[in-house]
């Protein structure tokens, strides 16, 4: 086993040679033979061990235990205790969610404190089939089918060429000890169900059955590449980056045989589950939305529009000193003070006709009919400005429809005010009321 886990390294992840590696460690029979069999072939190691706090003195002892070992081997061991439970409430999640968030959270922050190169997992064979099946029967794209990556980011699982069993029969012979987890006998869970009512019916129908399905999984990872390949494809031919935001032509999806697949491939990394509405939206009004927990997709014409979700803390409202000559949150601003001297009329007539007409990224506006603090605000219903070039004031609402703003970009929208007035609608459109006239002798000139 120590011969062919070394070859299987060498082979596919010869980067783990001289780093610095975590080994995540439950005190289980597959994560303490990998850390014997790493600790033989001389892997800078750490231990990290968490206890959830679920099985009050069995945990503890587990933990125990992993200290102990930690302590036998010479290796840095880290370990930390979880309120568990607690954290599924307030989350609103399963227990087993939040042991797995709570889990990869904190070994992401052991490494970054502590200069660790990667993760690793003792995820063998049969945890690969589980979770396959598992995912099969919740309903899944290829990603869910295609098992357990053995590499994602820093996390590495090189295990998965044993079975349990092989596990086993090394731990027994090297007369390792290891703690056995009582409730993985329970079929409380459905992982534990799968393992030991229907992967064991499967095995009778068909004895090689983790072969077959490591066959089969090779299969389903080609035929993946397959997908990923054409909707790279569409996405180059459908799809255009603006600002912040991505925006998918509707006529070159409607032009796919499927859009609905395609759409579900391109957006579930942004955590959609409402499939059906999402291809709703390639035939409703403009306007209509469909949102998950962090972005949201907006019908605007012929586009869908792609846009993270701003929290409360992104829509503020920002004030600036007179003596601000830059600004980058929320957005770039810089400001720029020049006073005009009175010399003679043409000069006075000159430096007018080369500031009245900037374009909508550049203004320039008369500082001595602005008060400090400038505010850079979000609009609200009810605002107007006196828009440069229109006789009269508008309603920043009907400025918005008019310029066929989406509702994206006018959620995004800013209004640079002095006090209650607005100065510029930034990027868009300066209010007349501040504009420089050749009775000016002070102008403050601001880019974005």
Not at 92 to 112: C, D, H, P, V
Not at 221 to 243: L, M, R
Not at 393 to 403: A, H, L, R, S
Not at 426 to 446: A, N, P, Q
Request: glycine share 4%; proline share 2%; with cysteine.
């Amino acid at each position: 086993m120590k011969t062919e886990l070394i070859e299987h390294i060498n082979t596919k992840f010869s980067f783990l040679h001289d780093k610095n590696l975590l080994i995540a460690i439950s005190g289980g029979i597959d994560s303490v033979v990998l850390t014997h069999l790493f600790h033989k072939l001389k892997f800078t190691i750490s231990l990290a061990h968490c206890n959830f706090s679920l099985r009050g003195k069995e945990s503890n002892e587990d933990e125990e235990f992993v200290k102990s070992l930690g302590e036998k081997l010479q290796i840095t061991t880290y370990s930390n205790k979880f309120e568990t439970e607690a954290y599924a409430t307030e989350k609103g999640i399963s227990t087993q969610m939040a042991a797995r968030e709570l889990r990869y959270n904190w070994f992401q922050k052991i490494a970054k404190e502590n200069n660790i190169d990667y993760i690793i997992t003792g995820h063998q064979k049969d945890d690969v089939l589980e979770t396959f099946l598992i995912n099969f029967t919740r309903g899944t794209g290829l990603d869910g089918l295609t098992g357990i990556p053995e590499i994602q980011g820093n996390i590495v699982r090189p295990f998965m060429i044993f079975t349990r069993n092989e596990i086993l029969v090394y731990a027994t012979k090297k007369k390792i000890l290891w703690r056995e987890d009582r409730t993985n006998s329970s079929i409380r869970y459905v992982r534990n169900k799968i393992r030991h009512k229907v992967v064991p019916v499967l095995k009778e129908l068909n004895p090689n059955l983790l072969d077959t399905f490591y066959n089969t999984l090779d299969n389903l990872k080609g035929s993946q590449q397959i997908v990923k390949d054409c909707i790279q494809n569409v996405k180059e031919k459908a799809t255009k980056t603006h600002k912040n935001e991505l925006h998918f032509s509707i006529p070159e999806l409607k032009k796919l045989g499927n859009p609905k697949i395609y759409l579900f491939e391109i957006l579930k990394e942004y955590s959609f589950t409402q499939w059906n509405d999402i291809a709703d939206l390639l035939d409703c009004q403009s306007g209509k939305q469909v949102f998950s927990k962090t972005h949201r997709l907006l019908k605007d014409r012929d586009v869908l529009i792609l846009s993270k979700i701003l929290q409360k803390e992104e829509i503020e409202r920002f004030e600036f000193p007179e003596n601000t000559a830059e600004i980058k949150t929320p957005i770039n601003l810089k400001f720029e003070s020049t006073d005009i001297p009175f010399d003679t009329k043409n000069h006075q007539n000159k430096i007018f006709d080369e500031l009245v007409f900037d374009d909508n990224t550049t203004i320039s506006i008369d500082f001595n009919k602005i008060e400090f603090p400038l505010i850079l605000r979000k609009w609200q219903k009810g605002d107007y400005f006196f828009p440069i070039g229109l006789n009269g004031k508008k309603k920043v609402g009907k400025f918005f429809k008019d310029e066929k703003l989406s509702l994206i970009a006018k959620e995004n929208a800013w209004l640079l005010c002095s006090k209650n007035e607005i100065i510029w609608v930034v990027g868009k459109r300066m209010d007349d009321r501040f504009k420089v006239t050749k009775s000016t002798s002070k102008i403050l000139k601001i880019s974005h």
